[in-house]
């Protein structure tokens, strides 16, 4: 599987994003995808992960309630809508994949990273 994340950009505090994740094979139904993001000097954070049929979507307890995940299969993406941003959100976002749906929080579980797309929220 190969990813691509899309979206990124410049915005102020309390408006929104949207970023895309665009993944190549004819199996991506059957991945988990999840969003992560790392700001400077900071490591990796889980952000939000969906389960292969859409029907699991799981938050970090700092973005439930402004994110919202979703995924089109038949389209092969995944996209992650942020509403509400805050400064501290600022950060390079990575979607990963991986097989399996067991601890979808730890980046551990996903075999496959896009390139990151870079958010900045101004305050």
């Known amino acids: 599987v190969q990813l691509q994340a899309s979206g990124g950009g410049l915005v102020q505090a309390e408006g929104s994003l949207r970023l895309s994740c665009a993944a190549s094979g004819r199996t991506f139904s059957s991945y988990t995808v999840g969003w992560f993001r790392q700001a400077p000097g900071e490591e990796r954070e889980f952000v939000a992960a969906?389960?292969?049929?859409?029907?699991?979507?799981y938050y970090a307890d700092s973005v439930k309630g402004r994110f919202t995940i979703s995924r089109e299969n038949a389209k092969n993406t995944v996209n992650l809508q942020m509403n509400s941003l805050k400064p501290e959100d600022t950060a390079v976002y990575y979607c990963a994949a991986g097989r399996l749906w067991r601890w979808p929080s730890s980046r551990h579980e996903y075999g496959y990273w896009g390139q990151g797309t870079l958010v900045t929220v101004s305050s």
């Open positions: 969906i389960s292969g049929n859409g029907n699991l979507p």
